[in-house]
């Protein structure tokens, strides 16, 4: 893998286009990126410490909360932002009970997904605990406040205590 500071965020969905524009927007922002077409794909691939994990939920034969399962049952504590086509309160209150940071509607504002990924920095909120970032203000991506220029209406933070 490379240096600590230059962890490949993970994107694992089923659709190619999907992972196409992640890539593109992610290689864009400067981050390395590692694509995978499934759950499974990524379990046997296992990379070494990713930086965050961006899963779409709605995949065959592994849904994106089964992996966040499996990655927490095993040890990962590796931040987890999971993307769906059909968001809804029973799904948000799953991914929290399991250490997911939060649940984007899909197509994810660009902002929400990189302001995320900063906040995932290994010096900053990431390295703490277990799969869940450490309280936030407002549970914001940024280090600032909640979502800064985003969609609110299209995101759901999980609440710290909803992490635990």
């Known amino acids: 893998m490379t240096e ?3 962890r490949a965020v993970v994107v694992v969905d089923d659709d190619p286009a999907v992972l196409d524009s992640f890539r593109f927007l992610l290689e864009t922002a ?19 410490r990713p930086r965050c994990l ?5 995949m065959p034969d592994m849904t994106g909360l089964e992996l966040a399962a ?4 095993g040890g990962s504590d590796t931040p987890v932002l999971l993307v769906t ?11 929290g ?5 939060a649940v984007l509607a899909k197509p994810p504002p ?5 302001s995320f990924i900063q906040a995932c920095d290994p010096g900053y909120a990431c390295a703490a605990g277990r799969g869940r970032l450490p309280a936030m203000p407002t549970q914001a991506f ?5 979502f800064r220029g985003s969609d609110h209406a299209r995101t759901a933070p999980i609440p710290a205590s909803a992490r635990q």
């Open 97 to 101: 009970r399991i250490g997911v940071f």
């Open 85 to 95: 086509s059909v968001q809804s309160p029973g799904l948000t209150a799953a991914a």
């Open 70 to 73: 499996t990655l927490r049952a």
């Open 54 to 58: 961006i899963v779409d939920q709605h």
């Open 4 to 6: 600590e500071g230059t």
């Open 142 to 146: 940024s280090r600032e406040g909640l």
């Open 110 to 114: 660009e902002s929400d997904v990189i």
């Open 30 to 48: 400067g981050f390395p990126v590692a694509a995978y077409p499934s759950a499974r794909a990524f379990l046997d691939a296992r990379p070494a």
